[in-house]
């Protein structure tokens, strides 16, 4: 018999649904995504349980500098509850906090939560294991990181492992997420546009293993592309750009890959289908926010799967 935890659960903040309108609902659990823009005017959140997952360039339009920036993301942890902390990434391991609750995770070692180091790896709770990595649904070794922050942010608030681990085996993830669109002439075709940030891209290009036709650009708040130069290189056959930032990007990779411009999604697609060979990707995954072109990223990816549904219907 499968478990399951029988909690009633309201999610949202920059997930779409705003924090304060969740009181409306009869929740036990309150579940928030939150910015740092929302961050930065938060003062008294004392959350349960909350985690950082990384801090990568982003925001550095607003924010001065990276250090100015983690700065902000810890004010989540104000308060007295768990503290969930990826110690994959330097800038999240520094936060540790004197005085309280820490569960940590990682891809990388053995931790709180973390993966093995083997072929046919499990995601482990200290010596336990709980679930194979092959069984998420979801691809990617940043999609393994967000399930053991998600199994350690549940077990800080008493939620069952068994019960969680049943979940991500069926969770499909969310829209504009590493959302597989279609596929077309041996081509797949996936939308990553909440992806607006470098860090978010080269975590969904790492999980490919075959090439990659890249989508990105819009407006890069300030970060400096050249940091995508290591990935595209590793992971993309060509990159299509398009808004306000195109010529960052192309300055930054087009020594390693072809480059192409497109004044719109219709045309990127266009151009991607040009290029994709059977057996490889085209993933919208910008590395950049979207308001130069459209009302937000949801509307961006939802511009991306229309087109490629056009292509579809060809």
């Given at each position: 018999?499968?478990?399951?935890?029988?909690?009633?659960t309201?999610?949202?903040g920059?997930?779409?649904?705003p924090?304060?309108?969740?009181?409306q609902?009869?929740?036990?659990?309150?579940?928030?995504?939150?910015?740092?823009?929302?961050?930065?005017?938060?003062?008294?959140?004392?959350?349960?349980?909350?985690?950082v997952?990384?801090?990568?360039?982003?925001?550095?339009d607003?924010?001065d500098?990276?250090?100015?920036?983690?700065?902000?993301?810890?004010r989540?942890?104000?308060?007295?509850?768990?503290?969930?902390?990826?110690?994959?990434?330097?800038?999240?391991a520094?936060?540790?906090?004197?005085?309280?609750?820490?569960?940590?995770?990682?891809?990388?070692?053995?931790?709180?939560?973390?993966?093995?180091?083997?072929?046919?790896?499990?995601l482990m709770?200290?010596?336990?294991?709980?679930?194979?990595?092959?069984?998420?649904?979801?691809?990617?070794?940043?999609?393994?990181?967000?399930?053991?922050a998600?199994?350690?942010?549940?077990?800080?608030v008493?939620?069952?492992?068994?019960?969680?681990?049943?979940?991500?085996?069926?969770?499909k993830?969310?829209p504009?997420?590493?959302?597989?669109?279609?596929?077309?002439?041996?081509?797949?075709?996936v939308?990553?546009s909440?992806?607006?940030?470098?860090?978010?891209?080269?975590?969904?290009?790492?999980?490919?293993?075959h090439?990659?036709?890249?989508?990105a650009?819009?407006?890069?708040?300030?970060?400096?592309m050249a940091?995508?130069?290591p990935?595209?290189?590793?992971?993309?056959?060509?990159?299509?750009?398009?808004?306000?930032?195109?010529?960052?990007?192309?300055?930054?990779?087009?020594?390693?890959?072809?480059?192409?411009?497109?004044?719109n999604?219709?045309?990127?697609?266009?151009?991607?289908?040009?290029?994709?060979?059977?057996?490889?990707?085209?993933?919208?995954?910008?590395?950049?926010?979207?308001?130069?072109?459209?009302?937000?990223?949801?509307?961006?990816g939802?511009?991306?799967?229309?087109?490629?549904?056009?292509?579809?219907?060809?």
């Amino acid at each position: 018999m499968r478990q399951i935890s029988r909690v009633k659960t309201a999610i949202g903040g920059n997930l779409g649904t705003p924090a304060l309108n969740l009181l409306q609902q009869d929740a036990e659990l309150y579940v928030l995504e939150l910015s740092s823009f929302q961050l930065e005017r938060t003062s008294a959140l004392n959350a349960a349980a909350s985690t950082v997952l990384n801090v990568t360039p982003d925001h550095l339009d607003r924010h001065d500098g990276m250090a100015a920036y983690a700065e902000e993301k810890q004010r989540i942890f104000r308060g007295d509850g768990a503290v969930v902390l990826n110690v994959d990434d330097e800038w999240v391991a520094a936060m540790a906090l004197p005085g309280r609750r820490h569960l940590r995770f990682s891809i990388q070692k053995p931790a709180d939560f973390y993966l093995e180091n083997k072929p046919d790896a499990s995601l482990m709770f200290e010596d336990q294991a709980l679930m194979l990595a092959s069984e998420l649904p979801l691809e990617g070794s940043h999609n393994i990181a967000n399930a053991l922050a998600a199994l350690a942010l549940g077990y800080a608030v008493g939620l069952d492992l068994a019960a969680m681990c049943n979940a991500l085996k069926t969770f499909k993830g969310l829209p504009h997420r590493m959302q597989k669109v279609a596929q077309i002439k041996g081509v797949t075709w996936v939308n990553d546009s909440k992806a607006t940030n470098i860090g978010a891209t080269v975590a969904a290009l790492q999980g490919y293993q075959h090439k990659v036709v890249l989508l990105a650009g819009g407006d890069a708040k300030g970060a400096d592309m050249a940091e995508l130069a290591p990935i595209v290189q590793a992971k993309c056959q060509s990159v299509v750009v398009m808004g306000k930032d195109a010529d960052l990007i192309s300055h930054a990779v087009e020594s390693y890959v072809p480059v192409f411009y497109a004044n719109n999604m219709r045309e990127a697609v266009a151009i991607a289908a040009q290029q994709a060979q059977t057996g490889e990707t085209v993933l919208l995954s910008p590395a950049c926010a979207s308001l130069d072109q459209y009302k937000s990223y949801a509307d961006r990816g939802n511009k991306f799967s229309e087109a490629v549904m056009e292509l579809l219907a060809c």
